[in-house]
């Protein structure tokens, strides 16, 4: 058995015995169980007896670390969210263009 810390959802750990580095993305009190999600994408949801057993060093983000899917998964999503929202706000324009014409030619 090696150090132990506790998980702290965001904070980065290197697992000594198994030469990998993850992120815990989520703590389940309930359950007791610890979301991580490797380098590679992949998440594993660990119990935390399994978690104890850990030989972990805490360690920083890694370098060119592009995020988590789900985080990019909720970027994306926020993304066509305000592509919406923006060809929403030219439909409004237009239609108030149309009225404004419609205007000019009843003024004739």
Same mark, same amino acid.
């Given at each position: 058995?090696?150090?132990?810390?506790?998980?702290?959802?965001?904070?980065?750990?290197?697992?000594?015995?198994?030469?990998?580095?993850?992120?815990?993305?989520?703590?389940?009190?309930?359950?007791?169980?610890?979301?991580?999600?490797?380098?590679?994408?992949?998440?594993?949801?660990?119990?935390?007896?399994?978690?104890?057993?850990?030989?972990?060093?805490?360690?920083?983000?890694?370098?060119? %670390?592009?995020?988590?899917? !789900?985080?990019? #998964?909720? /970027? =994306? +999503?926020?993304? @066509? *969210?305000? &592509? $919406? %929202?923006?060809?929403?706000? !030219?439909?409004? #324009?237009? /239609? =108030? +263009?149309?009225? @404004? *014409?419609? &205007? $000019?030619?009843?003024?004739?």
């Amino acid at each position: 058995m090696g150090r132990e810390y506790e998980p702290t959802v965001g904070q980065w750990y290197d697992d000594l015995e198994n030469d990998e580095t993850f992120q815990v993305l989520k703590v389940d009190e309930d359950r007791e169980t610890v979301e991580i999600q490797h380098l590679d994408g992949d998440t594993e949801e660990l119990d935390v007896d399994d978690w104890a057993e850990l030989d972990l060093e805490l360690t920083e983000e890694p370098e060119g %670390w592009s995020g988590s899917k !789900d985080e990019k #998964d909720a /970027e =994306d +999503d926020e993304d @066509e *969210d305000d &592509e $919406d %929202w923006d060809e929403d706000e !030219d439909d409004e #324009d237009d /239609e =108030d +263009d149309l009225d @404004e *014409d419609e &205007e $000019d030619r009843e003024e004739y």
